[in-house]
T-cell receptor, first 110, second 116 residues
C-alpha cells in the first residue's frame, strides 16, 4: 500500500542554519510527491512538488529531490528564517488521493 | 480571494448532537476531498467527490458520517450522534483534473470540532 514516513519533531534551529527534514515513502506505481506547510490555525499550503524520479521541486528557498532508488523526498533549505517556523508535511498522491506523513514541527529561533 | 472556504471555523458541541460542516471549493475544480486531522498527525483521507459523484469513502468514515455534493459545487459533511473521538480538525481540499495545476490539492482553513 501507500504510506509516508517523516522524521519526528520538533526540530529546533537557529536562524540561518541549514534544514533537512527526512521523508521516505512506500508506494505502488510511481506517485507524485509533495511537501505542504501548515502555519498555526491555518490549512495546508503546497510548498513544492515533484512528479517523477530525479525531479527537483523548489520554492521559497526550499528544495526536495524525488529519489526513486532510496524512495525518499527529503526537504532542505540552506538558511532558515524565523518565519519558516511551521509544521511540514510530506505527502504522496496515489490512486486519486493523498497520503500524508505525521508532520514535522520546525521552530526557528532568532 | 477564490480559495477553498470552510464554515464554520470552529464548532463546539455536546456528545450525541449532530453537526454539519460546509466546504466551498475553488470554483473551477471538479474534485473535492474531505480529510480529518487529529493533533500531531497528518490529514487522513475520508472521502472524495468528482463533480457530484462520491467516488471513494475511507473505512474511517463510519455510518455516522455522511457527505454530499449535490450540485457538484459546495459539499457538506454531517456527523450524527457525535462522540468525543470525533474531535478533530476537518479539512476540505479541491483539485482539478485538467490544467497546469492538475491534481494539486488546495486546502481550506479547516473546521475544528470539539465534542464535550
Amino acid at each position: 500500500g501507500n504510506s509516508v514516513t517523516q522524521m519526528e519533531g520538533p526540530v529546533t534551529l537557529s536562524e540561518e542554519a541549514f534544514l533537512t527534514i527526512n521523508c521516505t515513502y512506500t508506494a505502488t506505481g510511481y506517485p507524485s510527491l509533495f511537501w505542504y506547510v501548515q502555519y498555526p490555525g491555518e490549512g495546508l499550503q503546497l510548498l513544492l512538488k515533484a512528479t517523477k524520479a530525479d525531479d527537483k521541486g523548489s520554492n521559497k528557498g526550499f528544495e526536495a529531490t524525488y529519489r526513486k532508488e532510496t524512495t525518499s523526498f527529503h526537504l532542505e533549505k540552506g538558511s532558515v528564517q524565523v518565519s519558516d517556523s511551521a509544521v511540514y508535511f510530506c505527502a504522496l498522491r496515489g490512486f486519486n488521493k493523498f497520503y500524508f506523513g505525521s508532520g514535522t514541527k520546525l521552530n526557528v529561533k532568532p | 480571494d477564490t480559495g477553498v472556504s470552510q464554515d464554520p471555523r470552529h464548532k463546539i458541541t455536546k456528545r450525541g448532537q449532530n453537526v454539519t460542516f460546509r466546504c466551498d471549493p475553488i470554483s473551477e475544480h471538479n474534485r473535492l476531498y474531505w480529510y480529518r486531522q487529529t493533533l500531531g498527525q497528518g490529514p487522513e483521507f475520508l472521502t472524495y467527490f468528482q463533480n457530484e459523484a462520491q467516488l471513494e469513502k475511507s473505512r474511517l468514515l463510519s455510518d455516522r458520517f455522511s457527505a454530499e455534493r449535490p450540485k457538484g459545487s459546495f459539499s457538506t459533511l454531517e456527523i450524527q450522534r457525535t462522540e468525543q473521538g470525533d474531535s478533530a480538525m476537518y479539512l476540505c481540499a479541491s483539485s482539478s483534473t485538467s490544467g497546469s495545476s492538475y491534481n494539486e490539492q488546495f486546502f481550506g482553513p479547516g473546521t475544528r470540532l470539539t465534542v464535550l
